[in-house]
């Protein structure tokens, strides 16, 4: 396949401080590649790079084999969806979708803007204001206005976490469909671990400016590169005792070495999870088949485990 975007060592520093550390990757043609991570990481400060808005300290940015380090964003014909789509509220919806059509002076405007609007189901909201649509007709808006363009590539900055959880849900299938549909290179930059693995071919784990694992979704979860990686990347943090990481369902409960006592019990659906700390106050997730009784005791084996060198500092509450 194709690279539609390479990234050089790229660096970027504010003063004396490193938000991006000598970072390189390779996005295929056609891809929707994934790059989570915790808050205040670097992923909308690498979003910036690639699109032009931030300048790098050192490195290169190449699109389609193109060399646009020192390009300005409009030249660039990259299109970027932000978290809260920054449309124009004295606008329709059909002028904000026309908006980057009528700046370039293009043809065809109200011709392209009903083929797009057709696309993504906005055809009969084209009148209305955007304070008079939805949330997710507001997303399908401003996915509209980028793919007006046609552009080289699609850039998206948390474009779903302004949705409550139902819509969300909806969106994701949607937009997976939409880019597969359009076959464009779609880089999506998320905290959410649904979404990564619900929408991303790979996903790039980054932390601290530099990239930890690139892999689909599945593997970052059965073979974490790293401590670190296992323990944010998962509904629940991997577990670490004796230098093994293991995951909830990796154990066996009843009868083992190991022993907790358990804090609370939890229900998703038929499944249950018990959460508790072993007596040197490791914090342990295990899959149950029933809930149990908190300030009991509970042994279990582990059946199937990573072996680490470190555990990581959790990423419990930064995400």
């Known amino acids: 396949m194709t690279a539609k975007l390479e990234l050089r060592n790229v660096t970027k520093a504010y003063g004396k401080t490193t938000v991006i550390?000598?970072?390189?990757?390779?996005?295929?043609?056609?891809?929707?590649?994934?790059?989570?991570?915790?808050?205040?990481?670097?992923?909308?400060?690498?979003?910036?790079?690639?699109?032009?808005?931030?300048?790098?300290?050192?490195?290169?940015?190449?699109?389609?084999?193109?060399?646009?380090?020192?390009?300005?964003?409009?030249?660039?014909n990259l299109a970027m969806v932000f978290q809260n789509y920054a449309l124009y509220p004295n606008m329709n919806v059909f002028n904000n979708i026309a908006f980057p059509?009528?700046?370039?002076?293009?043809?065809?405007?109200?011709?392209?803007?009903?083929?797009?609007?057709?696309?993504?189901?906005?055809?009969?909201?084209?009148?209305?204001?955007?304070?008079?649509?939805?949330?997710?007709?507001?997303?399908?808006?401003?996915?509209?206005?980028?793919?007006?363009?046609?552009?080289?590539?699609?850039?998206?900055?948390?474009?779903?976490?302004?949705?409550?959880?139902?819509?969300?849900?909806?969106?994701?299938?949607?937009?997976?469909?939409?880019?597969?549909?359009l076959k464009q290179t779609f880089v999506f930059v998320t905290h959410d671990q649904k979404e990564a693995e619900a929408l991303g071919d790979r996903v790039a784990v980054l932390n601290q400016g530099q990239f930890q694992q690139i892999a689909p979704y599945k593997e970052l979860y059965e073979e974490p590169a790293t401590a670190w990686v296992g323990d944010f990347v998962g509904d629940f943090p991997m577990n670490f005792v004796d230098g093994k990481g293991f995951r909830p369902e990796w154990a066996n409960i009843g009868s083992g070495p190991y022993s907790i006592i358990i804090d609370s019990s939890e229900s998703f659906g038929d499944i249950y999870y018990v959460f508790g700390r072993t007596e040197s106050g490791e914090h342990i997730v295990l899959k149950s088949p029933k809930l149990l009784s908190i300030g009991s005791q509970l042994k279990f084996s582990v059946t199937r485990f990573k072996e680490f060198r470190d555990t990581p500092q959790s990423t419990v509450g930064n995400v």
């Open 21 to 76: 550390k000598n970072l390189s990757l390779l996005v295929e043609e056609g891809e929707f590649f994934v790059i989570l991570g915790p808050s205040g990481t670097g992923k909308s400060t690498l979003l910036k790079l690639i699109v032009g808005i931030e300048q790098p300290t050192s490195g290169q940015v190449l699109i389609d084999g193109k060399d646009v380090t020192a390009m300005p964003p409009n030249r660039r």
């Open 101 to 181: 059509l009528k700046m370039h002076h293009s043809g065809n405007i109200t011709q392209k803007v009903r083929e797009v609007a057709e696309k993504l189901n906005i055809s009969e909201i084209l009148g209305k204001r955007v304070n008079q649509i939805s949330g997710g007709q507001q997303q399908r808006v401003a996915l509209a206005r980028a793919m007006v363009r046609n552009p080289a590539m699609f850039l998206l900055d948390e474009p779903l976490s302004n949705l409550d959880a139902r819509v969300r849900f909806s969106a994701r299938s949607e937009l997976k469909r939409l880019q597969q549909d």
